[in-house]
């Protein structure tokens, strides 16, 4: 003890004397770096959520992303709690929260705390930009740690970027997703990746565990932010969001080329030219160099969504854009979310506590239909069960608002059935338009058309080559007429993007005489910018864009029209006069 | 500073190590990414033997030459004739086995690549390391990259230099010398042959197999310094041969035994009783195998078992939750199991 002491008496008099000392004062740019580091700590931990179920018990982490309340967490975390849950802030409040959408696909929830207006919330970062050896930070609440919800933060490296991790039957699939040694454990799923900056560039969900048990071994998965942020609206919509495929199966060939092994009859890509042992090159802005890269560059969009594509054959190149198609069948997609409500929380790599397992939680998720009645009121005024949708409520809330700005900014009320439209071609030879309830008569410099809505709608598909024109322009009035409640269905889809330029529409979908009708939004000004009318599953829409909006007749209107049939321009209109009767 | 032991000298030195390292880090972070990158392209995925369960068929490699050298461990994943080399940009070699160190568990296996040198590591040049200082381990653990993807980066600190004291199920690690102990979840399946870089990319070590301590059981991450390995792998690259080690195997915690495989033997009533199977119970691991009653174990892995006294003898050396290979003669023909104990090892049951 004493040859200790004086060991260390000895080390310290040497350090003091040699001037160690001094030199272990850190130098003021490593302070510095200290306190950036603990600032973005901070402020992204106030972001970050415990999210349990209505009892308080289970769950995973979250992280809110706007003022309003909204907040990521999994699917696999809300999927065992019903419509409501509580969420824990580090300023040690228990919000109730609301199920507004779920991606069971992508492993992503969107969610709602209650009770404010200023909740603190997550900047979103760019995981495009993201790559490996850059430093971020986790933060959660692993193995359930904090009562007081203040959440755990563990630093480390992005270990790998565009990682791909296989779906549990076709659910539960990370594409794209973010590789990290900062530790993912347990009670970490729903929950935050940080960059060192504190800005959101993914949501963690899974990890790689096998023989080593259920704890963290280096290996982290998160969803990236950029595909959050495609589903985003989507997820707003209330529904039960599905990912995209494009149609086609593909393989890598000896020599590295990626083929098309197979291609279904009805699908986009289809009609856009793709065949059987075509040469895939480029997909959504991404070189395809294997099959897999395919498979993870796909997993990033929504159903629905429209992308870029680029083929070669015979060494001829094509570059087209193609609509993707659902990995499910709707139905069969939420029956499989209503199976996965019902089952233990089970997530990939099974990544979850062991006490979620207990006996005692199963007795209460055999118990959930009947706490329905019980749902917090707050939580109760916000949500409407109904097939196909996580909240009917959020839907129905979408709709309204975009259907009274679009009404507000256009003026367009009580315009009736009877409509003439005057203007020009390209070249300055003139068309007119005359427009009633039951038919549209075409006036074009080379030819008259005439269809009759009396019948059948989807036979009615004048001018040949249109796509079905004069079918838009009164599914339009309508719209008009009728209202969101007597059109026929309408939901609000959420936003897809326009091509060219890619900008991102609002879209509501109507359903009427069994035919999908597209009505797109700018997201800036509430303007209808389009239609697109589907007659049936294996025939292009007719793509009727709008532009150039000013006042005709007194109200708000676009004097510019595109007609786009598959890829074909088949008229673009300039309107001179407008009136209706 | 003579008179002070090294013991207490450390802390010091090791302050300044992490300070200056904390000082460089700013100016060094743009080239950190750039380090590393230049550090994946030296590191391959090796797609060999295995596959069945625990026995993953992949490993990690490091190009360790421009004639296409690649240093990995020796393992089952390099016992077959279908030995494939993927680079980091996706193009894939079979790939001929040169020699192997059995001491310290690894293989030189030769790509033959054509055109353009590959980036590779020069073990001559290769650094030490210091315990506290800050370090990077490249592999594909898990198999995570495919194709063109770039394997995994995990950082982490050498925490110890000390001697590998340590098991593979019932077996004695072959090597006993120092290795560098890592903070990082190195180890991961897969992860063995990787490469320990320091922040410049520098060599540092090899990752080894894994391996649980023999005192605590706990799964270790470490890697074997490439100053311990140099010797061994010019001595195979020149075609010298190596001393191989017998394999030393320490007593099972828990031995494995024909109860908890789930099957009995016909009574052992003669001095050399043939180990004909007398019965298996339903849904046990042995039921589940596909054993039979009148199965006739001649094996246990590479084995004889004459007796049903040998047989018990030789479960009796696995670990009670290791996979055992019984070889077993059923109706004139020669089959093979694997089987495994239900209950898991002791760090899966949390």
Not at chain 1, 381 to 391: P, V
Not at chain 2, 55 to 70: K, N, P
Request: aromatic share 8%; hydrophobic share 40%.
């Amino acid at each position: 003890m004493i040859r200790l002491a004086t060991y260390t008496w000895c080390c310290a008099a040497m350090l003091a004397a040699s001037g160690v000392r001094a030199q272990l004062q850190p130098a003021d740019a490593v302070l510095q770096a200290e306190r950036q580091r603990i600032e973005a700590i901070d402020r992204a931990s106030a972001a970050t959520l415990a999210v349990f179920d209505a009892g308080g018990q289970g769950g995973g982490s979250g992280v809110v992303i706007s003022p309003d309340g909204f907040a990521l967490t999994n699917f696999h975390v809300t999927a065992p709690c019903g419509p409501a849950m509580k969420c824990g802030l580090p300023n040690g409040v228990l919000y109730d929260a609301v199920i507004v959408g779920i991606d069971p696909v992508g492993d992503v929830a969107l969610i709602q705390l209650l009770g404010r207006d200023d909740f603190p919330h997550a900047q979103f970062g760019d995981s495009d930009a993201v790559a490996v050896g850059d430093w971020v930070f986790v933060a959660g609440n692993p193995f359930l740690l904090a009562n007081d919800f203040q959440p755990s933060v563990s630093y480390g490296m992005v270990s790998g970027v565009r990682r791909y991790q296989y779906p549990a039957g076709t659910l539960l699939e990370y594409t794209e997703c973010i590789q990290t040694d900062a530790a993912i454990n347990p009670g970490n799923s729903g929950g935050p990746l940080f960059d060192a900056e504190g800005r959101l560039i993914g949501v963690n969900g899974r990890g790689s565990f096998e023989k080593r048990g259920r704890v963290n071994v280096g290996v982290g998965y998160a969803i990236s932010i950029n595909q959050i942020k495609r589903f985003l609206a989507h997820l707003k919509s209330g529904r039960i969001v599905d990912h995209a495929t494009l149609g086609a199966i593909v393989s890598t060939a000896e020599d590295g080329r990626v083929l098309v092994d197979d291609i279904l009859g009805d699908c986009d890509a289809y009609r856009r030219g793709l065949r059987y042992g075509d040469e895939i090159i480029q997909f959504a802005g991404r070189e395809i160099t294997s099959s897999n890269a395919l498979k993870n560059a796909l997993g990033v969009f929504p159903r629905g969504w429209i992308v870029p594509l680029s083929y070669r054959r015979e060494g001829e190149t094509f570059d087209t854009y193609v609509r993707l198609m659902g990995v499910h069948d709707q139905s069969q997609l939420y029956d499989l979310v209503q199976q996965e409500a019902k089952k233990p929380a089970k997530p990939p790599q099974g990544d979850k506590p062991k006490d979620e397992d207990n006996p005692q939680r199963k007795r209460r998720q055999l118990a959930l239909p009947r706490k329905k009645s019980k749902l917090p009121e707050v939580v109760a005024a916000r949500y409407e069960s109904r097939r196909g949708y996580a909240n009917y409520w959020y839907n129905r809330e979408k709709q309204q608002e975009l259907w009274e700005h679009y009404r507000s900014v256009s003026a367009l009320e009580n315009v009736g059935y009877r409509w003439n439209i005057q203007g020009r071609l390209p070249g300055g030879r003139s068309f007119e338009l005359e427009q009633t309830a039951s038919e549209s008569f075409l006036r074009l410099p080379y030819g008259n058309f005439r269809v009759s809505f009396r019948g059948e709608l989807d036979g009615q598909l004048s001018p040949p080559g249109s796509g079905g024109l004069l079918l838009a322009v009164h599914l339009w009035q309508r719209l008009l007429d009728k209202g969101l409640a007597k059109f026929g269905e309408v939901v609000y889809l959420g936003q897809l993007p326009l091509y060219p330029g890619g900008r991102r529409a609002d879209c509501l979908v109507g359903t009427y005489a069994g035919m999908e009708t597209h009505f797109l939004f700018s997201i800036d000004t509430s303007d209808l910018v389009g239609i697109d009318v589907f007659p049936a599953e294996h025939l292009d829409p007719c793509e009727l864009r709008f532009s150039d909006f000013g006042e005709l007749a007194g109200r708000r209107l676009p004097r510019r029209w595109k007609v786009v049939h598959g890829t074909t321009v088949f008229a673009e209109l300039e309107i001179d006069a407008w009136e209706f009767e | 500073m003579t008179g002070i032991p090294a013991s207490l000298r450390k802390p010091a030195a090791c302050g300044l190590a992490i300070f200056l390292v904390f000082t460089a880090r700013g100016a060094c972070h743009a080239d950190l990414h750039q380090t590393i990158r230049l550090a994946q392209r030296k590191v391959v995925k090796i797609y060999g033997a295995g596959g069945l369960r625990g026995m993953e068929a992949y490993q990690t490699g490091i190009l360790i030459s421009d004639a296409g050298h690649v240093l990995t461990t020796l393992s089952y994943v390099l016992d077959t004739n279908d030995l494939v080399v993927m680079l980091d940009d996706g193009r894939k070699w079979q790939a001929e086995f040169v020699g192997s160190d059995p001491v310290r568990e690894l293989a030189v296996l030769q790509i033959p690549v054509e055109g353009q040198p590959l980036p590779h590591f020069d073990l001559h040049q290769s650094v030490k390391a210091d315990e506290g200082q800050r370090v990077l381990a490249l592999s594909n653990l898990y198999g995570i990259a495919t194709g063109d993807e770039p394997v995994s980066v995990l950082q982490g600190v050498v925490t110890a230099i000390a001697p590998l004291d340590a098991r593979r199920g019932a077996h004695q690690a072959n090597y006993r010398d120092t290795v560098y102990v890592l903070d990082a979840y190195a180890n991961n399946p897969g992860a063995s042959g990787g490469a320990l870089v320091d922040w410049q990319g520098r060599l540092i070590g090899v990752l080894g197999k894994e391996l649980r301590s023999r005192v605590t059981g706990t799964w270790l991450n470490y890697a074997l310094p490439a100053e311990k390995i140099v010797t061994s792998v010019d001595d195979v690259l020149a075609g010298r041969e190596l001393d191989s080690l017998q394999d030393e195997r320490l007593p099972p915690e828990r031995a494995l035994s024909t109860e908890a495989l789930g099957f009995m033997l016909v009574p052992n009533v003669l001095p050399r009783t043939p180990p004909y199977i007398d019965t298996v119970r339903p849904h046990s691991p042995a039921d589940e195998a596909g054993l039979r009653p009148d199965d006739l174990v001649v094996f246990v892995a590479e084995e004889p078992t004459a007796s049903c006294r040998a047989l018990v003898d030789a479960l009796a050396r696995y670990e009670f939750e290791e996979e055992v290979r019984l070889l077993v003669l059923r109706e004139g023909a020669l089959v093979e199991f694997r089987l495994r104990t239900a209950a898991t090892a002791p760090d899966d049951d949390r």
